[in-house]
């Protein structure tokens, strides 16, 4: 029994010890996925002509390699190139690279981008075909182990290098040479651009397009861009092309930006979009001008005067067909002529101008008068402008009658009926003095009375004398036939005078009423005993009411205002 005990003992320490290394190598056992990156770089549309800014894309193709498989999670790691940094430059090309790093980040298996790489051709780059050149570093895992427990990871860092290519190409290709407009502040006109095919292929069918960045400057029919047609484009050929263009009263005298933009098919009838182009853009300054030496004889209650002054064209354009205005409606003053033609002036040429007939109201009280003048004008192209008003101030004189009317002789009292005998009638003068500043023409002086035949001591058989031109300061005669009542004799009657008169542009003007004081001479041969008492007192009454009522003449209203 003791023997079968220890030989059941043995057998099952046997048995113990031979499966412990079994379960230890159980325990111990680990697996692994084993690989590794391969990065390789690619552009697409690196087709560009030189003095070009552009994209260019770049790609990284990475075919991850797998030495040892597991599970796909541990698989997608070893062929991961994590955190990859991009380093990028022109190398030997003559290419100038703009985006020097890009951080790429994690670049899995497949195809990733595009990288966006802004690049400059230069002007001048001969074609052909150069590279830039692409550092990539980035950290990978080799190797996973992974079992019972965490995983651990191998990781390494590695940097490679690609070259990718940047084909320079023959074709048209575009430089503004000049740009030149005529058109001024507030006005329209052109806009010049001098265009160059510094490329080495024709370009046919383009169209070349300006564009405006700002509301001071238009295109074409008032728009932000207007565009011109070129039919064949030889290499090295300069082309002027025209547009319409107009600049507003906010614009400025600089420089104004104007983007061209060139699309044209190439030589193999492709449509193409020209290298960016830029123009500027300068307007005129506006039309303006000056005026000075101004004079007036402009005279309260008066309608003879005259506005005179000089006007200067400044520039910076000539002028043509051009007027002179008075602008402004002034509340105690008005013009007979409120235009003054104007010869053509050049900039920097002047001419003097004279506004006649200017009359100022009775009542103004007054020493000067702004008036406001401006200049309508043609320009170069025929366009009609007027410019801004420019006030000056016009000097008012106080109130002097126009004429002086005096009677130069008495005449005699006479036997007067209801229809006076032609001894009855008698010649009465008048001296008419002209005060003003210019000469007076179709000089009309009119008697008139405002009472009855039988109401009045004096009556006149020609009523109107016509002197043909009366000089400033000069005094001419005129003659009446007169005849007046004999119990007038010995007194004074107070007799109206209405002149007609042309001013020298033209305008017949009408005076208000002289009061001429009329002295009537006693006749020897009239009967005075016989009247009666009454008579007389009658008469005196008649003269005293004349003499008083009577008052002094204005000048000013129109002939139409007789």
């Known amino acids: 029994m003791q023997y079968e005990r220890y030989v059941t003992s043995a057998v099952i320490a046997l048995l113990i010890v031979s499966a412990a290394p079994l379960t230890a190598s159980a325990l111990t056992t680990n697996s692994s996925v084993a690989g590794h990156p391969d990065l390789h770089a690619s552009v697409i549309d690196n087709e560009f002509t030189a003095g070009t800014e552009a994209t260019l894309d770049l790609y990284l193709q990475n075919d991850g390699v797998i030495t040892q498989g597991g599970p796909a999670a541990y698989q997608e790691r070893v062929k991961t190139a994590r955190s990859t940094q991009l380093s990028i430059s022109g190398g030997d090309?003559?290419?100038?690279?703009?985006?020097?790093?890009?951080?790429?980040?994690?670049?899995?298996?497949?195809?990733?981008?595009?990288?966006?790489?802004?690049?400059?051709?230069?002007?001048?780059?001969?074609?052909?075909?150069?590279?830039?050149?692409?550092?990539?570093?980035?950290?990978?895992?080799?190797?996973?182990?992974?079992?019972?427990?965490?995983?651990?990871?191998?990781?390494?860092?590695?940097?490679?290098?690609?070259?990718?290519?940047?084909?320079?190409?023959?074709?048209?290709?575009?430089?503004?040479?000049?740009?030149?407009?005529?058109?001024?502040?507030?006005?329209?006109?052109?806009?010049?651009?001098?265009?160059?095919?510094?490329?080495?292929?024709?370009?046919?069918?383009?169209?070349?397009?300006?564009?405006?960045?700002?509301?001071?400057?238009?295109?074409?029919?008032?728009?932000?861009?207007?565009?011109?047609?070129?039919?064949?484009?030889?290499?090295?050929?300069?082309?002027?092309?025209?547009?319409?263009?107009?600049?507003?009263?906010?614009?400025?005298?600089?420089?104004?930006?104007?983007?061209?933009?060139?699309?044209?098919?190439?030589a193999d009838g492709v449509t193409r979009e020209s290298n960016r182009l830029l123009a500027t853009y300068q307007p005129r300054p506006k039309q303006d001008f000056a005026i000075d030496d101004v004079t007036s004889t402009l005279r309260i209650g008066r309608g003879d005067g005259t506005l005179t002054g000089t006007i200067e064209n400044t520039g910076p354009a000539p002028i043509h067909d051009a007027t002179l205005?008075?602008?402004?409606?002034?509340?105690?003053?008005?013009?007979?002529?409120?235009?003054?033609?104007?010869?053509?002036?050049?900039?920097?040429?002047?001419?003097?101008?004279?506004?006649?007939?200017?009359?100022?109201?009775?009542?103004?009280?007054?020493?000067?008068?702004?008036?406001?003048?401006?200049?309508?004008?043609?320009?170069?192209?025929?366009?009609?402008?007027?410019?801004?008003?420019?006030?000056?101030?016009?000097?008012?004189?106080?109130?002097?009658?126009?004429?002086?009317?005096?009677?130069?002789?008495?005449?005699?009292?006479?036997?007067?009926?209801d229809t006076p005998k032609d001894s009855d009638w008698s010649e009465l003068t008048f001296q008419v003095t002209n005060n003003g500043e210019t000469t007076l023409h179709n000089v009309r002086p009119s008697i008139v009375f405002e009472s009855q035949y039988f109401e009045r001591p004096v009556e006149s058989n020609y009523r109107t004398s016509v002197i043909t031109t009366l000089e400033p300061g000069e005094s001419k005669n005129v003659t009446y036939a007169v005849s007046a009542a004999g119990v007038a004799g010995g007194t004074t009657y107070p007799l109206d005078v209405v002149v007609n008169y042309d001013q020298a542009n033209g305008v017949s003007r009408t005076t208000t009423s002289y009061t001429v004081p009329i002295r009537i001479s006693q006749s020897s041969s009239l009967p005075l005993l016989p009247i009666g008492g009454g008579a007389i007192i009658l008469i005196g009454i008649l003269l005293g009411a004349f003499i008083w009522k009577r008052r002094s003449p204005d000048e000013g209203e129109d002939a139409d205002e007789e």
């Open 93 to 266: 090309s003559p290419i100038t690279v703009h985006t020097k790093q890009y951080p790429a980040g994690h670049v899995g298996d497949g195809t990733n981008g595009p990288y966006g790489i802004d690049i400059t051709v230069p002007e001048g780059t001969e074609p052909g075909t150069y590279h830039l050149t692409v550092h990539a570093e980035y950290t990978y895992t080799a190797q996973v182990r992974y079992g019972p427990e965490q995983p651990r990871y191998t990781d390494y860092e590695r940097d490679v290098t690609f070259d990718v290519p940047v084909v320079v190409r023959d074709r048209a290709r575009f430089a503004v040479v000049n740009a030149t407009t005529d058109a001024q502040i507030d006005q329209r006109g052109t806009y010049r651009v001098a265009i160059k095919n510094v490329g080495s292929e024709v370009a046919t069918n383009a169209d070349v397009t300006v564009s405006s960045r700002t509301q001071a400057i238009t295109f074409g029919a008032a728009g932000n861009s207007a565009s011109a047609a070129v039919d064949r484009w030889e290499p090295g050929e300069t082309k002027t092309l025209t547009y319409d263009t107009a600049v507003d009263d906010i614009a400025d005298v600089h420089n104004y930006s104007v983007p061209v933009d060139v699309t044209f098919a190439d």
């Open 325 to 417: 205005l008075v602008q402004n409606n002034l509340s105690h003053a008005s013009f007979d002529q409120r235009t003054y033609s104007l010869p053509d002036l050049a900039a920097g040429e002047r001419a003097s101008f004279t506004f006649s007939g200017g009359a100022i109201d009775k009542t103004a009280n007054e020493s000067a008068l702004p008036v406001d003048l401006a200049v309508s004008y043609d320009n170069e192209q025929g366009d009609t402008y007027t410019s801004d008003a420019h006030r000056i101030s016009a000097s008012v004189g106080s109130y002097e009658s126009l004429l002086n009317i005096t009677a130069v002789n008495a005449i005699p009292a006479g036997t007067r009926g």
